[in-house]
Nanobody, 125 residues
């Protein structure tokens, strides 16, 4: 079973930056499919960024967020710049097999099997 652990969340003012990290226990990100999602109170979980051969982003974060992977550290990052109050949410990383991202939408929750517990991001105006 995939065990993912997110870190790096916190409270920042609008315009600030944060870098989220996702590590895995007993699992190699390698060439697998990895995504970042977020869920604000009262809202559905939504895809933010995904990485499988190439990157994919939600329109709301394009140009501000960057997903990347360090294979040596087996860690996936989400660099978030120019943060806005509407980015406030619990952020989750998720992983799945390459086939999942080939045959499904990489920004959909149903594509992924393994999830972390989340890290909170709060952006004040």
């Amino acid at each position: 079973q995939v065990q993912l652990v997110e870190s790096g969340g916190g409270s920042v003012e609008a315009g600030g930056s944060l870098r989220l990290s996702c590590t895995a226990n007993g699992y190699s990100f390698g060439a697998n499919c990895v995504g970042w999602f977020r869920q604000a109170p009262g809202k559905e979980r939504e895809g933010v960024a995904a990485l499988y051969r190439s990157t994919r982003y939600a329109d709301s974060v394009k140009g501000r967020f960057t997903i990347s992977q360090d294979s040596d550290k087996n860690t996936v990052y989400l660099q978030m710049n120019n943060l806005r109050p509407e980015d406030t949410a619990m952020y989750y990383c998720a992983a799945s097999t390459p086939a999942s991202c080939v045959f499904n939408n990489a920004l959909m929750t149903s594509t992924y099997r393994g999830w972390g517990q989340g890290t909170q991001v709060t952006v004040s105006s």
